[in-house]
């Protein structure tokens, strides 16, 4: 797998890997989004039977991100659970464990709807509406309406931000990406198991390609 | 002998000619064969009493079992189960056959049973079981889901399936196929009692199964795919009614000798006035929605005392419009209708006297089915007009009616392997009685669809319904079919729910509904459409100008707009392509060119021919022309095989594939139903030494595999295998919340199969898919055998021919290269190879 690309905002360093998760090196914090853990239960739960594999190698990508990055704390942009309850969930449980001493926030997302007991029992600070650190403000769905510093740099999920390049005689390619504006930047959703908007962007924007391995600025 | 001299025959008989009706030959031999207790298939036009063939025939039946009380006999139990692909048939054939009973004195009842039927009618067809059931397949299926279902069926004599060449060769079909082959033996289990002895005294008589079907290349196929659970030969009937064509073609004051495929036709369109004036009501026939559109408002501009006499159908219209147009077809209170296949089928409209086709048919079955659609009364005459959209299609007509002269008619080709389909049917099966295993997997394999499968494949198959293919097993609660006792069984009540609800989906791309904003629904569009246009912009629908204002969930918000500007939609999927029958018949037209004897169609087009000719040849029939030309250092290969848009599509990227192999060069490729072109900025190594090997049909699914972009494809058929399939949700009315986190698009299940599950049996499928249908593998071969044994003829002309200009004006349009406009790049184009 090819190494993360830097993105620098007001001299904070922000490194973006292929597996989509953000590192944030000042403040130790890996920053993801829409996780959507559980889904593949969920389905199959209701008889749709998809792979279970990638609910499996979602979440060893996450851990093996933990082990390189070695963050003080995993900031959710909401959306870190797909619906209601599920065995698969113990999965998530047994692997959290591995990893109690890192701080775990999520900021609650239009999913994320188990019971406070569970995010308790899974020590996850649920947080609602943003979550600020320095002047970076985290929001699920900036559309929502939130009371946050405008002049804060937004993060936000949600979107499933994709990108279509064009090829020669009408071939072209969908990517997931995250998408840079000015002042906010959404992120890609974390969960291979998850469609993408394709996005078009303005000249101002900047926004990085993630294919396979590797992440490109476009 | 067969005997004709029953009493229920008798009764019958004299029934009719008290109506002073005498039955046709193919009636009377239907109602022979069904006395003899025969199965088969009876081959009839529309509007020649192929209702009454068949259904008297099981009237006849019980008369004959019941001589003395047949006119007293109530609550008899389902005698004849009627098949139909058509709900609006349902009703008329209905009504049709309550007359008669009621006129034979009997006390039979007719249900009708679709997707609009009530449930407060379903369940009183539950407790008293009507004689006669009229029902749509999807909704079969959703009766083979109740418990005790096989009592339903004890008394069945006949499945009558009308319309049956409708269904062969779909989904619907091998839904069919299904359904029957399991109430076949479901009723050969109900004569063995449970010690495994034959009863005696209470054997019911074996179930007859009778196809009906419009005439197609293959009727032994059709009526052996049918018949097969019964594992009986049968009969064909075929009704010699001769119904004459008459096929005019209307032919263009002036022929342009660069033909342009796509402008000439609505030009053309003030020749239509006066034979929409001389008729009755006519059918005008258009190929895609989108141009019916064009069309409707181009005969509004130009004869507007037209206006409330005319009107629009295609299948994104909101239904009830639709049915309204149906219904003043019936009244005669139409002049003209423009549509599209919406209207090749279904119930017969009296007052329809003419017919029209705007461009191509694409195929001859096609072609007369329309033409079918006038003059419905045996003895009639049935009048159809061609109306060429560019001058080439002249040929065309002439061809078609050659075709009809031969009567060379298309073949239905049945699915096989829908494991799809097989999917949802055992789902089925678990909800209500439940299955086991080895008896249903000996079942279907009686079918026609399903008689080649495996038991590895079936052991596939049990295992995606059981376990849901591999999983982490201590973290999974997959739950869909359940094994208890040996019995596959769905027991949760909520997914029982969604499978009923879910069977019979109509199968089709995104569609969104156009609303209008002070209330009302005018249609559906298809999502990419809207996602190319803004707010504000306006747009053609159901013959309406509409102004964009919102779109909202689902829902495409609208306003009228008194724009003159506006934008036609199009919809995916309207390109048809050409039948191989009439690709070889069309070859042959070309060979008569020049003849004195030849057709008018052709005659008008002699300054093209002969410009043709001159600058290369006209391709004879068993030759293959291949032309080459250089031009503003461009380099044009065309090649005319005749063999329809979808076999070119294949082949030229085939040979693309083939040349890039010899020498490193890129190719744009466009195309037509009459041939290809590839285009490079290089000189192309085609020559005498090499064309035949280029052509060849040796590693032909290898270079199939590298050319062709075969998991685009077969992600787009994926769609629809995954909502039969059961994989896709489209959401149930009260259930918002929950299903909203069930649904996933099959772009998205495709990639995720194609990474986690790469052996998925739906996903096997869907390549299978692309490889027997999309690239219609049998056929390409067929071609590249005939192209094998006909001169190759290699041609270098100094400037573009008029066989050549359609096809790559076709490509000018779908690369739009230049911003000029592209009418004006092609007049421009025209103008200069004239000079």
Redesign the interface.
């Known amino acids: 797998m090819s190494l993360p690309v830097l993105h620098t905002i007001n001299q904070q360093h922000f490194w973006l890997s292929p597996t989509r998760v953000v590192f944030w090196e000042e403040e130790k914090i890996l920053i993801l989004s829409d996780t959507h853990f559980s889904k593949t ?17 979602d979440l060893q990508n996450l851990f093996s991100q933990v082990s390189l990055f070695k963050p003080n704390t995993i900031l959710i942009v909401g959306d870190l659970f ?2 209601t309850e ?3 969930l ?2 998530f449980l047994k692997w959290r464990k591995d990893f109690s001493q890192i701080k775990f926030i999520l900021v609650r997302g239009n ?1 994320d709807i188990l019971h406070e007991t569970w995010y308790n029992k899974a020590e996850i600070e649920v947080v609602e509406g943003f979550y600020q650190v320095q002047d970076f403000v985290f929001v699920h769905d900036p559309a929502d309406s939130v009371e946050y510093n405008k002049n804060c740099f937004i993060f936000s999920g949600h979107i499933h931000p994709g990108i279509l390049i064009k090829g020669i ?2 071939q072209s390619l969908r990517f997931p990406c995250y998408y840079f504006s000015k002042n906010n930047c959404i992120l890609p959703a974390f969960s ?4 993408i908007k394709i996005m078009k962007p303005k000249k101002t924007d900047t926004v990085y390609a993630i294919s396979k391995d590797s992440v490109i600025k476009c | 002998m067969i005997d004709n001299t029953t009493i229920g025959y008798l009764i019958i008989k004299n029934w009719l000619s008290e109506k002073s009706f005498h039955p046709f030959d193919f009636q009377e031999a239907t109602w022979k064969q069904i006395i003899a207790e025969e199965s088969g298939l009876v081959n009839a036009p529309t509007g020649c009493g192929k209702t009454y063939a068949v259904f008297l025939g099981a009237v006849l039946q019980f008369i004959n079992d019941h001589p003395k009380e047949y006119q007293d006999l109530k609550n008899n139990g389902l005698q004849l189960l009627w098949i139909t692909p058509l709900r609006a048939l349902a009703k008329d054939i209905g009504r049709a056959m309550e007359e008669a009973i009621q006129s034979l004195g009997m006390q039979w009842k007719v249900g009708i049973r679709n997707g609009d039927t009530s449930t407060s009618e379903r369940a009183k067809q539950k407790k008293n079981i009507p004689e006669v059931l009229i029902i749509t397949p999807e909704s079969l299926h959703l009766l083979l889901t109740q418990k005790n279902y096989p009592d339903y069926f004890k008394t069945l004599r006949i499945i009558a399936v009308d319309e049956w060449h409708e269904l062969l060769g779909s989904k619907r079909g091998v839904q069919t196929e299904l359904a029957i082959c399991r109430i076949i033996h479901c009723q050969k289990s109900l004569s063995i009692n449970s010690f495994g002895e034959k009863k005696e005294a209470a054997a019911p008589k074996e179930t007859l199964i009778w196809g009906i079907s419009a005439t197609i290349g293959n009727l032994e196929q059709a009526k052996e795919v049918l018949l097969a659970p019964l594992q009986k030969e049968g009969v064909i009937i075929k009704a010699d009614i001769d119904k004459p064509i008459e096929v005019r073609t209307i032919i263009p004051n002036e022929i342009e000798k660069y033909p342009w495929a796509g402008h000439l036709g609505i030009k053309l369109a003030a020749s239509l006035i006066p034979i929409i004036e001389a008729s009755k009501t006519t059918l005008i026939f258009i190929n895609t929605r989108g141009m019916s559109e064009t069309w409707y408002q181009t005969l509004l501009n130009i004869a507007p005392q037209l206006a409330g006499a005319i009107a629009l159908h295609h299948g994104s219209i909101e239904q009830e419009l639709r049915l309204w147009v149906e219904d003043a077809l019936h009244t005669q209170k139409l002049k003209a209708v423009v549509c599209t296949a919406s209207l090749d089928l279904g119930v017969d409209f009296r007052p329809v006297d003419t017919v029209i086709q705007v461009g191509s048919p694409k195929g001859i079955a096609r072609f007369l089915q329309r033409a079918g659609r006038s003059g419905h009364r045996p003895g009639e005459i049935s009048k159809i007009y061609f109306l060429p959209t560019h001058s080439l299609e002249l040929v065309e007509s002439a061809a078609l009616q050659e075709a009809i002269k031969q009567q060379s008619i298309e073949s239905k080709e049945p699915m096989t392997a829908c494991f799809d389909v097989l999917l949802q049917f055992l789902c089925t099966l678990a909800i209500g009685e439940g299955f086991h295993a080895a008896s249903i997997y000996d079942e279907i394999k009686t079918t026609n669809c399903f008689a080649d499968l495996s038991i590895n494949e079936w052991n596939e198959i049990l295992n ?1 319904l059981v376990n ?5 097993q ?7 079919v359940e094994l208890v006792d040996g019995l596959y069984k769905i027991t ?1 009540r909520r ?1 029982a729910m ?1 499978h009923r609800m879910h069977i019979g989906t109509i199968v089709s791309d995104a569609m969104l509904k156009v609303k209008l904003m002070s209330g009302g629904f005018i249609g559906v569009i298809e999502e990419w459409f809207v996602s190319r246009i803004n707010p504000g912009d306006t747009f053609t629908l159901a013959g309406r100008n509409v102004e964009l204002i919102m779109i909202k969930e689902m829902d495409v918000i609208v306003k009228k707009s008194n724009s003159k500007k506006s934008i036609i939609p199009s919809w995916m999927g309207g390109r048809m392509s050409l039948t191989a029958n009439l690709g070889q018949i069309l070859r042959q037209s070309f060979t008569k060119a020049f003849d004195e004897d030849a057709p008018i169609e052709l005659k008008s087009l002699r300054a093209l021919f002969e410009l043709q000719a001159e600058l290369s040849i006209i391709p004879k029939e068993k030759e293959l022309l291949i032309e080459q030309i250089e031009e503003k250092n461009q380099f044009h290969l065309l090649v005319y095989p005749f063999e329809g848009r979808q076999v070119h599509e294949a082949m030229s990227s085939i040979l693309a594939y083939r040349l890039s192999k010899t020498t490193p060069i890129s190719f ?1 490729i466009s195309m037509n139903d009459y041939g290809f072109e590839l285009l490079s900025d290089q000189p192309i190594p085609l020559d005498d030494s090499n064309v035949l090997e280029l052509f060849s049909g040796d590693n032909l699914l290898n270079d199939i595999q590298k050319s062709i972009n075969s998991a685009e494809m077969a992600k787009r058929k994926f769609r629809d295998i995954a909502v039969i399939g ?2 896709i ?1 489209q959401g149930n009315p009260g259930e918002k919340i929950k299903t909203k ?2 649904q ?2 099959a ?3 495709f990639k ?2 194609e ?3 790469p052996n ?1 049996i739906l996903l096997r499928q869907a390549y299978n898919e692309v490889m027997s249908q999309q690239m219609d593998e049998v056929r390409l071969r067929l071609a590249l055998d005939r192209i094998a044994k006909s001169k190759i003829k290699l041609q270098f002309p100094k400037k573009l021919t008029p066989l050549s200009f359609p096809i790559i004006v076709d490509g000018l349009n ?2 739009s290269l230049s911003s000029e406009k592209i009418e004006d790049r092609i007049k421009k184009m025209q103008e200069q190879l004239l000079h």
């Not at chain 1, 199959?44 to 279970?52: D, E, F, L, T």
């Not at chain 2, 849901?468 to 982490?472: D, E, K, S």
């Open positions: 239960g969920h389905f199959r739960k209701n008889g749709i039977a998809v792979p279970h594999d990638i609910y499996k190698e797909h619906s599920n065995k698969e113990d999965l999913h005689a009408k291979k198991f998850s469609g | 995606h849901g293919g591999n999983a982490l201590q973290y999974d609660e997959y739950k869909k949760n997914m969604r744009s059961g994989l949700f986190h069930l996933s698009s772009a998205l299940l995720v199969f990474e986690y599950d998925n779908r690369n």
